[in-house]
């Protein structure tokens, strides 16, 4: 896919390949990797605006970035105007210049307190929390889905308000709440969205393979796109599309990722969480399954690491 800069505000991102805030998923250790495969920016897990305010560990915790922040947008997410403002405005945020609101989370508890994709049925409280966020001076940016229900098409309503009230770019997942992330992306609703507004759409949804980011660059005029289980599934997606080399063997992948994760967390932690990477590390390949049931077995990260180097 051709490639090019995307300008967030006053800031430059080197190009339009983005890797999506994923909830338990993209942790500092996947962001630094996929930093180093050459992706345009990347986005925390969604961070509660109340939990940075109140001072929530967890929430503090997601934040880790260790020098990578000119490549790393915060996602936070909430249903009260003031704080996000807060969020946006507190000392935890200040090494971040992008901050992306979500309003398309489709997980239950997020949607039933009135935050996530929730906020698409309430357009004048989703105007308001952007108006708020923007006030703080960030370049911000909103994430959304194309609607809530099948046949749903909001995208470009809510595009036109996010620029309106000064956001600097609109992410759009093309898929409705109830769909959560299976099904065919709504080309046509992103394709809406994108020339109702002057400033960047990413498309977001579907894109596991070169194939598909042409796709939906081609199906819908995007600005770029924004992968996400694709991405992990696939670690050199991203570098396939940015056209950077890299000599780097799947296996020699899995053992940096466990290496940066035993520095990151307490080793049991490290070796619980790693498992959930393994059925996207090993999905499509043969004879692997005595390696799948040894990661769930391994107590440390040495014997993850054994298990890689002796397996693949």
Do not use: W
């Amino acid at each position: 896919m051709q490639t090019r800069a995307i300008t967030i505000g006053n800031t430059q991102i080197e190009n339009n390949v983005f890797l999506a805030p994923m909830a338990g998923y993209t942790d500092y250790c996947i962001r630094k990797l996929q930093i180093r495969n050459g992706v345009g920016l990347t986005f925390t897990e969604l961070v509660s605006a109340k939990g940075l305010i109140y001072g929530g560990n967890g929430s503090k915790e997601l934040l880790y970035s260790e020098g990578d922040e000119q490549k790393t947008a915060v996602q936070i997410f909430g249903a009260d105007a003031y704080y996000m403002r807060s969020a946006c405005e507190s000392e935890n945020l200040s090494p971040f210049n992008i901050v992306d609101i979500n309003m398309g989370c489709p997980v239950p508890k997020v949607f039933k307190n009135g935050e996530g994709s929730a906020l698409l049925t309430d357009i004048k409280k989703a105007q308001e929390i952007v108006k708020e966020c923007v006030k703080s001076g960030k370049n911000i940016t909103v994430k959304i889905r194309t609607g809530i229900n099948d046949g749903d098409d909001c995208a470009s309503e809510y595009a036109k308000m996010a620029e309106d009230c000064g956001a600097k770019l609109i992410t759009i997942h093309g898929r409705v709440r109830t769909a959560y992330y299976s099904g065919e992306p709504d080309f046509k609703a992103i394709e809406k969205a994108k020339s109702s507004v002057k400033i960047p759409v990413i498309a977001n949804g579907g894109i596991f393979t070169e194939e598909d980011a042409m796709n939906m660059l081609n199906k819908t005029g995007a600005d770029g796109v924004m992968l996400a289980r694709g991405a992990i599934a696939n670690p050199f997606l991203v570098s396939k599309l940015v056209k950077k080399q890299t000599n780097c063997t799947l296996k020699e992948y899995i053992l940096e990722h466990i290496k940066l994760m035993k520095e990151r967390y307490a080793d049991y932690k490290a070796t619980v969480e790693f498992r959930k990477f393994t059925p996207y590390y090993f999905k499509g390949m043969t004879g692997v399954k005595d390696i799948k049931l040894a990661i769930c077995s391994a107590k440390n990260t040495n014997e993850l690491i054994n298990i890689i180097e002796n397996g693949l």
